[in-house]
C-alpha cells in the first residue's frame, strides 16, 4: 500500500484509527515476507479485523448522532466489508495454496475502496465534529423531563472535567472520571428506555434510539483501555467521541424522540394515559 493516507476526516478518532489500520497491514507484509512468517500474519489479520470492526463502528456511532439518513445502507457496506475481509482471511488458513500477499492486496484493495470511495459521501458528517466543544449546560438541551435533564447535566460535567485534563494526567485520575461516567450513562440509559414500554410508541424510533445506547457503551468499552495504555490520547478521544455522544446524541436523538413522549402523540390513548400517570407521580416525589 505505500504511502497511502486516507484523507483527513475532521474526526482525531477516525483518523487515528485509519492509521492503526495501515500499520497493522503493513506488519502483515512484512510477516508474509518472511518465510515462516503465515501465521503470525494470520494472527495479525484478526487484530486487524478488530480494529476494522471497532473503527466501522465508532463511524456508525458518528453517523446515527448527526441524523446521517443513509445511515442503514452505509452500515450495509460495513457489514459486507467485514464479511469479505473474513472471507479472504479464512483462506489463508483453509486454502493453503492461496498466495498470502495476493489476499493482503485485495484486503487493501477492499479498504481503499471503502474509506475513499464509499466513505466520501459521509465525509461533511465527520467534520461537524470540529464545530463540537465540551460546553456547559445549555437551555436548548432541555428535555422537558427533570431527571433526564440532570443526568444529562452531570454527564456533562464528566466530559468537562475530562477536557480540562491535560493528555499526560494520571490514568487513575482518567480511569475514575470514565467509571463514573459510564455507571450514570448505564443508569441514564435505562432511565431513558423506560419511558417506553413494549405496548406504546413508534417502535422504530425506540429500537433505534436503544441501538445507538448500545453502540455508546460498546465504543467506551472498546477505547477505554486504549486510553489506558496511551494508544489514544485523551482530547481526541473527547473530542472524537465524547463531545459527539454527549452533545450530538442530546440534542439529535435525545430531544426529538422525547419530545414525542412528551405529547404523547406517539401512543395510543392507554399508553398516553400510562405516561401521564408516570409524569403525575414524577411530578409529586
Ligand atoms: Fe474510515
Ligand atoms: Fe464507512
Ligand atoms: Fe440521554
Ligand atoms: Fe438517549
Known amino acids: ?17 485509519h492509521e492503526h489500520l495501515m500499520v497493522l497491514l503493513a506488519e502483515i507484509g512484512g510477516h508474509l515476507r518472511q518465510p515462516n512468517g503465515r501465521p503470525e500474519a494470520i494472527a495479525l489479520f484478526s487484530d486487524f479485523l478488530n480494529a476494522l470492526r471497532n473503527h466501522l463502528g465508532l463511524e456508525e456511532v458518528i453517523l446515527r448522532t448527526n441524523g446521517y439518513s443513509q445511515l442503514n ?6 457489514t459486507q466489508l ?3 475481509v473474513t472471507e479472504m482471511v479464512e483462506t489463508l488458513t483453509y486454502a493453503p495454496s492461496v498466495h498470502p500477499l495476493e489476499v493482503l492486496d485485495r484486503v487493501s484493495d477492499l479498504l481503499i475502496e471503502h474509506e475513499m470511495v464509499e466513505d466520501s459521501d459521509i465525509w461533511p458528517c465527520l467534520a461537524k465534529q470540529d464545530s463540537l466543544q465540551p460546553t456547559t449546560w445549555g437551555a ?7 431527571q433526564i435533564d440532570e443526568h444529562h447535566k452531570a454527564m456533562i460535567e464528566y466530559m468537562t472535567r475530562l477536557h480540562n ?20 450513562a448505564i443508569v441514564h440509559f435505562e432511565l431513558e428506555e423506560s419511558l417506553w414500554t413494549d405496548q406504546c410508541g413508534d417502535q422504530k424510533a425506540n429500537n433505534a434510539h436503544a441501538k445507538a445506547h ?32 454527549l452533545i450530538n446524541h442530546i440534542l439529535r436523538v435525545d430531544q426529538p424522540h422525547i419530545a414525542l413522549f412528551n405529547s404523547g402523540a406517539a401512543f395510543s390513548d392507554e ?15
Open 140 to 146: 436548548e438541551m432541555e428535555t422537558g423531563i427533570e
Open 165 to 184: 485534563m491535560s493528555d499526560d494526567a494520571p490514568l487513575e485520575d482518567i480511569a475514575q472520571v470514565l467509571n463514573s461516567l459510564r455507571s450514570l
Open 1 to 17: 500500500m505505500g504511502n497511502l493516507q486516507f484523507p483527513q476526516s475532521g474526526n482525531g478518532l477516525i483518523d487515528e484509527g
Open 82 to 84: 467485514i464479511d469479505r
Open 271 to 285: 399508553a398516553a394515559a400510562t405516561l401521564k400517570n408516570r409524569k403525575d407521580k414524577a411530578a409529586i416525589q
Open 214 to 245: 448500545v453502540e455508546i457503551l460498546e465504543t467506551l468499552d472498546e477505547m477505554t483501555p486504549r486510553l489506558q495504555t496511551g494508544e489514544i490520547a485523551l482530547s481526541t478521544f473527547v473530542d472524537g467521541f465524547l463531545t459527539d455522544w
Open 73 to 78: 445502507n452505509h452500515a450495509r457496506r460495513h
